[in-house]
């Protein structure tokens, strides 16, 4: 079942203000289980 999409209005108080999404790089997480650094 495909996941229900939220209404924005009321999940962000202004939804016309820029959203940042940092979906980082995994060099830490990569490190920590042992893999290598490319």
């Not at 079942?1 to 995994?26: R, S, Y």
């Amino acid at each position: 079942t495909p996941a229900q999409v939220p209404d924005w209005n009321q999940v962000f108080a202004d939804p016309a203000l820029p959203l940042m999404v940092d979906i980082g790089c995994g060099v830490l997480s990569n490190s920590i289980h042992g893999g290598a650094i490319a």
